[in-house]
C-alpha cells in the first residue's frame, strides 16, 4: 500500500450508498441467481454452489437463504441445474 496522508477532501474515498427495494424477495432472487449462473459457468456443480449458501464465509448467499429458506435456494439451484440438490 502505498504510503499517503489521509485527506478529509479525498474525491476517491470509498462512500457506500443504500437503495429502497421494491420486493426484498424479488431482489434475493435476482442476486442468488447471478451467484448460481457464475459459479455453475466455472464449473461448479449445484451441490458445491448449495454450499456456499450454507457457508458464514458467503455472507450475502447465506443471508439470502436466511431471509428466504432453503426452498427458496433449491428451486433457484434447481432451475438453472434442472436437477435437485437434495440428494
Not at 450508498?17 to 435476482?30: L, M, N
Not at 457464475?38 to 437463504?65: H, N, Q, V
Amino acid at each position: 500500500m502505498a504510503d499517503k496522508t489521509f485527506e478529509h477532501d479525498d474525491p476517491m474515498e470509498l462512500v457506500g450508498h443504500t437503495y429502497p427495494v421494491e420486493s426484498q424477495q424479488g431482489h434475493d432472487r435476482a442476486a442468488a441467481q447471478t451467484f448460481i449462473e457464475e459459479y455453475a459457468l466455472m464449473g461448479w456443480p449445484a451441490a458445491r454452489i448449495r454450499g456456499l449458501f450454507d457457508s458464514s464465509e458467503y455472507t450475502a448467499c447465506s443471508d439470502i437463504k436466511r431471509r428466504q429458506g432453503e426452498a427458496f435456494v433449491d428451486d433457484l439451484i434447481a432451475s438453472v441445474f434442472g436437477v435437485s440438490t437434495n440428494g
